[in-house]
C-alpha cells in the first residue's frame, strides 16, 4: 500500500488566491477545488480552464462536488483530472490521490 502525506497549506475561498499563486510561482502537487464556491462569482469550472491556459501548467486538478454520479462529465466534458463526491471519505481520497500522485509520476 502506498502512503502519502496530505498537506493542506491553506483553504482557498476564492478563485483568484489560487489563481495569483499559482502565476507567482507556487508548486503543487494537487489541486483540489469546489464546484462552486461560497464567495465569489467563479465556480470550479472557471479555475480549472485559467490554470489550465497558464503556460506549462500541468498540476492536476480534482473537483470535489455534491453532484452524485456526475464523474464522466467533469472529467470527459469540463476536463477535470479526477473527481471525489462530497461526504468526502477517507477510502475515496485515499483512492483518488494515489492515483492521480502515481499517474504525474509516470
Do not use: C, W
Request: proline share 1%; glycine share 4%.
Amino acid at each position: 500500500r502506498k502512503e502519502f502525506l496530505i498537506y493542506v497549506k491553506k483553504s482557498i475561498l476564492d478563485y483568484s488566491d489560487i489563481y495569483d499563486k499559482v502565476i507567482h510561482g507556487y508548486n503543487y502537487d494537487v489541486i483540489v477545488t469546489n464546484n462552486l464556491y461560497k464567495y465569489g462569482k467563479r465556480n470550479g469550472i472557471d479555475v480549472l480552464h485559467n490554470l489550465k491556459a497558464i503556460e506549462d501548467f500541468n498540476t492536476p486538478i480534482i473537483v470535489l462536488t455534491v453532484s452524485t454520479g456526475a464523474r464522466d462529465k467533469f472529467i470527459y466534458e469540463d476536463g477535470f483530472d479526477e473527481y471525489m463526491e462530497k461526504v468526502l471519505t477517507q477510502k475515496q481520497a485515499e483512492e483518488v490521490m494515489t492515483k492521480v500522485l502515481s499517474e504525474k509520476k509516470q
